[in-house]
């Protein structure tokens, strides 16, 4: 059974850190492409940022340029999320989702994306 689950949520003030982390069960994450998406109250999910399987071609939304990297260990089946310098805006669940890597322009969006994790809130606030 093909599972991601995200980790690493949590209450941070603002222009604080998170690292987030996504790790998959019953499938290598070795020839998929991962992005990390997010849903704010009343609000669509939206892509954050996403990376390719081999982790040599990344996107990032133009609200997270700059504060977010996205990077990935395919050894231990994990994508990781760093978040620094947030904004009481960043507050959300995060998810993360997977689709094949032969399909990496599709992750800008959630409907291109074929597996998805429960996800993990992030609150920003003092």
């Known amino acids: 059974q093909l599972q991601l689950v995200e980790s690493g949520g949590g209450l941070v003030q603002p222009g604080g850190s998170l690292r987030l982390s996504c790790a998959a069960s019953?499938?290598?994450?070795?020839?998929?492409?991962i992005g990390w998406f997010r849903q704010a109250p009343g609000k669509e999910r939206e892509r954050v940022s996403c990376?390719?399987?081999?982790?040599?071609?990344?996107n990032y939304a133009d609200s997270v340029k700059g504060r977010f990297t996205i990077s990935r260990d395919n050894a231990k089946n994990t994508v990781y999320l760093q978040m620094n310098s947030l904004k009481p805006e960043d507050t959300a669940v995060y998810y993360c989702?997977?689709?094949?890597?032969?399909?990496?322009?599709?992750?800008?969006?959630?409907?291109?994306?074929?597996?998805w994790g429960k996800g993990t809130l992030v609150t920003v606030s003092s």
């Open positions: 989702a997977a689709l094949p890597g032969r399909l990496f322009s599709l992750c800008v969006s959630p409907g291109g994306m074929d597996y």
């Open positions: 019953g499938f290598t994450l070795d020839y998929y492409a």
């Open positions: 990376i390719s399987s081999s982790g040599g071609n990344t």
